[in-house]
């Protein structure tokens, strides 16, 4: 069966809880739509987080990251919802999420948010 997207954000357990240590997640695969204009946006999207109790599963991952291809959204929104969505799921101790956006209309634009 083929995969979909998602924005169910699914957990694992955190196999060293005890300890602080940074999990990066890297990916040049997210876009959503120009809410504007209907055009497709293109980004980089880094994700650092200390994780708690709970780790974010890398495929579930994915297909919240895909459920963003058909939506129409400004950069900052985009960012501030993955960021949002992520500490709802994991509750992390510190997380940022920033997206860098390919160049439009001779602008590249860069959007961090972070948690707490």
């Known amino acids: 069966m083929p995969s979909e997207p998602s924005r169910d954000l699914v957990t694992v357990p955190n196999p060293k809880p005890e300890r602080d240590y940074e ?26 987080y200390v994780p708690d109790e709970l780790l974010v599963e890398l495929k579930s991952l994915k297909l919240y990251l895909w459920s963003f291809r058909d939506q129409g ?3 900052e929104a ?20 920033q997206t860098v956006w390919n160049v439009r209309g001779g602008i590249t634009t860069t959007v961090t ?3 707490p």
């Open 78 to 97: 985009v960012t501030n919802r993955i960021l949002d969505d992520l500490v709802a799921a994991a509750a992390p101790r510190r997380m940022t999420v």
């Open 73 to 75: 959204a400004f950069h």
């Open 113 to 115: 948010a972070q948690h």
């Open 23 to 48: 999990v990066r997640c890297e990916t040049a695969e997210l876009t959503c739509l120009c809410p504007v204009t209907g055009q497709p946006d293109f980004a980089t999207v880094v994700i650092t």
